[in-house]
């Protein structure tokens, strides 16, 4: 049987746009036989999926999966888990804090753009927002109110890197994000390392320290990547002796730039997580 694969995905869970029974039907649709689900902070959409395929017996495998946020002395970075024992009771309790934590930051972000003249985001979220809240959703809303054109110009002004709001984070740190992946038998995955702010020295010392505090992957291929980005990941993998991963981190159907299953091909000689995902 040949082998298409994502490991890295999302459901309305958190800020995707499908249910998980929608998004294996989509994977389905394009051909893909091992999906990784990995919501931001959440494993809630797991059993939904697992009891979709297995009730209606669909050729996909799942494996389990999430994406953590963690903070590092570079600042924010997402670390994938995959393989996991979703029902792991550690794992559960962290989740539900740095869930309470999102509502609390979206509380605080809500209280500073009433201030700015922008109100009802924070009341159309609780009602929109199936679980996991991200600043996606509160750039959503945003547009829906016509306060924005559209997400970017709410991020640009408002919530983003370079905008007006500015509210501190307060996720767990890197160590312990890997030690809960861990805990619950998964694979540590330092996601989309590129996408970070960092320059390529910094990014270099975030990898490293990431290996050194037990990561075991480094997503080597995701879409926007380059020939020459993928070479220089690849020498930080192999300086840090680690393994490769590859997922399209989609959302939404019908975007432009990604879709679930594409991201850039790599040497299949490059050791990869895909190895231990399908044996286990």
Same mark, same amino acid.
């Given at each position: ?166 509210? #501190? ?5 890197? +160590? *312990?994000?890997?030690? %809960?992946?861990? @805990? ?5 995955? =330092? &996601? ?28 080597? #291929? ?5 020939? +020459? *980005?993928?070479?220089? %990941?690849?020498? @930080? ?5 680690? =393994? &490769? ?36």
């Amino acid at each position: 049987m040949s082998i298409k694969f994502d490991f890295h995905c999302h459901s309305d869970y958190s800020d995707g746009a499908l249910e998980p029974e929608r998004l294996i039907d989509y994977a389905l649709d394009r051909e893909i036989t091992h999906l990784a689900l990995t919501d931001h902070d959440s494993v809630s959409g797991l059993a939904e999926a697992h009891k979709y395929i297995t009730e209606n017996a669909l050729p996909i495998r799942l494996i389990n999966g999430l994406e953590i946020s963690a903070l590092t002395e570079y600042g924010e970075v997402h670390i994938v888990g995959l393989g996991i024992d979703y029902q792991c009771e550690r794992l559960n309790q962290a989740l539900k804090i740095q869930q309470e934590k999102r509502w609390e930051r979206a509380s605080l972000i809500d209280e500073k753009l009433c201030k700015a003249g922008i109100s009802g985001v924070l009341d159309k979220c609780q009602q929109d927002v199936k679980q996991v809240i991200t600043r996606s959703h509160i750039a959503g809303v945003m547009v829906k109110l016509g306060y924005v054109s559209d997400r970017q110009q709410a991020f640009k002004k408002y919530i983003g890197k370079q905008g007006r709001i500015k509210i #501190s984070k307060d996720w767990v740190v890197l +160590d *312990k994000a890997i030690s %809960l992946i861990h @805990q619950a038998g998964g694979v540590a995955v =330092l &996601a989309h390392p590129t996408r970070y702010p960092l320059s390529n020295r910094k990014l270099a010392f975030l990898i490293q320290d990431f290996a050194q505090s037990g990561g075991d992957a480094l997503e080597l #291929s995701y879409p926007s990547l380059n020939a +020459d *980005k993928i070479s220089w %990941l690849k020498i @930080q993998l192999e300086n840090n002796q680690l =393994l &490769a991963s590859s997922g399209s981190d989609f959302h939404y159907p019908d975007l432009k730039w990604t879709d679930l299953g594409r991201f850039p091909h790599i040497d299949s000689n490059i050791p990869h997580v895909v190895e231990k995902l399908i044996q286990a």
